[in-house]
């Protein structure tokens, strides 16, 4: 499985830090770090795969339908 890099300058890093209380959920704490960053991006992306793959089922199920 290949291995996904991102990478911030440190000005930034202090930004998205600042940004935590933005990024997090209401009831959470504290700054972002990189761990809970890969968790957003991963979930995130789940997301997308799922609806494409709805997306390409439904098309592919419509092309099998006649036209009136």
């Known amino acids: 499985m290949p291995d996904v890099t991102i990478s911030f300058t440190d000005a930034q ?3 998205v830090v600042a940004a935590s209380s933005r990024i997090k959920a209401l009831h959470e704490t504290g700054d972002v770090d990189a761990a809970y960053l890969a968790a957003i991006l991963k979930t995130r992306i789940q997301k997308l795969v799922v609806l494409y793959e709805k ?3 439904r098309a592919s199920a419509d092309a099998g339908l006649d036209d009136f």
Request: glycine fraction near 0%; avoid cysteine; charge should be neutral.
């Open 55 to 57: 997306e390409a089922a």
């Open 13 to 15: 890093w202090a930004r």
